[in-house]
């Protein structure tokens, strides 16, 4: 059975940092591309990044503006989201997701339609 669990949440200052887990099990994350997602109080899941299974394909959503980097390590059948300069907006749930990609050099997108997998998301709260 596929599975995603996050990890990495938690509380920090304005200006902080965190890097938050994608552990995969039931599956190997070579053939997928990893989406990472958010969620804040009273307001839709918005994308924030994801990867594709060449590692060297990322995107990101122009709020990140620098500040977040996306990484893979398959050996560990993890996905990785290291985020820096984290300010109160970024408070919220993080959820990371997979699709499945058929060849190595599709693109991945950070809409939530194009995954098809979910983990149970990691909260990210921001605040001093």
């Known amino acids: 059975q596929l599975q995603l669990v996050e990890s990495g949440g938690a509380l920090v200052q304005p200006g902080g940092s965190l890097r938050l887990s994608c552990a995969a099990s039931?599956?190997?994350?070579?053939?997928?591309?990893i989406g990472w997602f958010r969620q804040a109080p009273g307001k839709e899941r918005e994308g924030v990044s994801c990867?594709?299974?060449?590692?060297?394909?990322?995107k990101y959503a122009d709020f990140v503006e620098g500040r977040f980097t996306i990484s893979r390590d398959n050996a560990k059948n993890t996905v990785y989201l290291q985020m820096n300069s984290l300010k109160p907006e970024d408070t919220a749930i993080y959820y990371c997701a997979a699709v499945y990609q058929k060849t190595w050099f599709r693109i991945c997108v950070v809409d939530e339609s194009d995954f098809g997998s979910w983990g149970q998301g990691t909260q990210v709260t921001v605040s001093s």
């Open positions: 039931g599956f190997t994350l070579d053939y997928y591309a």
């Open positions: 990867i594709s299974r060449n590692p060297s394909i990322t």
